[in-house]
């Protein structure tokens, strides 16, 4: 258990660190750090699989400023780590996540009011030239920024599957069976969150082609996904020529008004 608590803390701290540090390169999302998961436990498929129902929870889970409505990377690796180690099935995970990732938000705003603080000292070196010391701190600040979570991870893993293990063995069939339904009716709550964001009567019409693909044709998710970035690509050229040919006319507008002063000036 010791070495898979390592390895579980190692995806936390890969997870918050590329997040912090790399511009937000989607690591942190549920699809990546379930897979990553699931590969260092020896199960990647099942860890796919985890993650890819997590990721339909939190579709419309975005950070924005200061607000975080729920740390997905903490959420993820946790339940994808429980679900894992105590064989469990995939509503299991589904109920894990959420609580795990709003309490872990909890954390990451203590972790930010550190940093804060810091911001003060960090001036004071700036101020008194020691640019190399405010470069170790920030640095210093950059490296420790994942380990808090890494720590919670591996202290999680190492005395919580246990705990976790003797609660799912405990919970009925009944409500296991409840928890598998609900945990279908929450991506539905994923998709509504983000299509409350994104709505816009412009792109109406391709949610519901798309849901008369899936619902009434039958056609696979890969289908649809290679039908819909097909149209993705052909609008994205399509936008792109229209910007182009506008741009050679206010070009041939602009030289058509110089030759008539030219001209103007010229009589």
Same mark, same amino acid.
């Given at each position: 258990?010791?070495?898979?608590?390592?390895?579980?803390?190692?995806?936390?701290?890969?997870?918050?660190?590329?997040?912090?540090?790399?511009?937000?390169?989607?690591?942190?999302?549920?699809?990546?750090?379930?897979?990553?998961?699931?590969?260092?436990?020896?199960?990647?498929?099942?860890?796919?699989?985890?993650?890819?129902?997590?990721?339909?929870?939190?579709?419309?889970?975005?950070? %924005?400023?200061?607000?975080?409505?729920?740390?997905?990377?903490?959420?993820?690796?946790?339940?994808?780590?429980?679900?894992?180690?105590?064989?469990?099935?995939?509503?299991?995970?589904?109920?894990?996540?959420?609580?795990?990732?709003?309490?872990?938000?909890?954390?990451?705003?203590?972790?930010?009011?550190?940093?804060?603080?810091?911001?003060?000292?960090?001036?004071?070196?700036?101020?008194?030239?020691?640019?190399?010391?405010?470069?170790?701190?920030?640095?210093?600040?950059?490296?420790?920024?994942?380990?808090?979570?890494?720590?919670?991870?591996?202290?999680?893993?190492?005395?919580?599957?246990?705990? %976790?293990?003797?609660?799912?063995?405990?919970?009925?069939?009944?409500?296991?069976?409840?928890?598998?339904?609900?945990?279908?009716?929450?991506?539905?709550?994923?998709?509504?969150?983000?299509?409350?964001?994104?709505?816009?009567?412009? %792109?109406?019409?391709?949610?519901?082609?798309?849901?008369?693909?899936?619902?009434?044709?039958?056609?696979?998710?890969?289908?649809?996904?290679?039908?819909?970035?097909?149209?993705?690509?052909?609008?994205?050229?399509?936008?792109?020529?229209?910007?182009?040919?506008?741009?050679?006319?206010?070009?041939?507008?602009?030289?058509?008004?110089?030759?008539?002063?030219?001209?103007?000036?010229?009589?």
């Amino acid at each position: 258990m010791l070495t898979q608590a390592l390895l579980v803390a190692l995806v936390m701290y890969i997870a918050k660190f590329s997040d912090h540090t790399l511009g937000q390169p989607l690591i942190e999302r549920p699809l990546v750090c379930g897979a990553m998961v699931g590969f260092v436990l020896g199960d990647f498929q099942q860890g796919i699989i985890i993650g890819a129902s997590l990721e339909l929870i939190f579709l419309g889970t975005i950070t %924005i400023g200061g607000s975080v409505p729920a740390d997905l990377a903490v959420g993820s690796v946790l339940a994808t780590a429980f679900t894992l180690l105590t064989h469990a099935e995939t509503a299991v995970a589904v109920a894990l996540a959420l609580p795990i990732s709003l309490l872990a938000v909890f954390v990451y705003q203590v972790l930010k009011l550190v940093y804060t603080a810091l911001v003060e000292k960090y001036d004071a070196l700036l101020e008194q030239g020691r640019d190399r010391a405010a470069l170790s701190l920030t640095f210093g600040m950059t490296m420790f920024y994942g380990v808090p979570f890494a720590i919670i991870a591996f202290f999680g893993v190492l005395f919580g599957t246990g705990v %976790i293990r003797s609660l799912v063995e405990s919970i009925p069939s009944t409500v296991m069976h409840g928890m598998t339904a609900v945990g279908g009716m929450l991506p539905a709550l994923g998709f509504a969150i983000l299509l409350r964001a994104l709505w816009h009567r412009n %792109i109406a019409a391709f949610f519901f082609i798309g849901f008369a693909l899936a619902a009434y044709l039958q056609l696979p998710i890969m289908g649809i996904a290679i039908i819909a970035a097909s149209v993705a690509v052909y609008l994205c050229f399509n936008e792109f020529n229209q910007l182009k040919l506008n741009k050679q006319a206010i070009g041939t507008s602009d030289a058509a008004s110089v030759d008539n002063k030219d001209g103007f000036f010229n009589d």
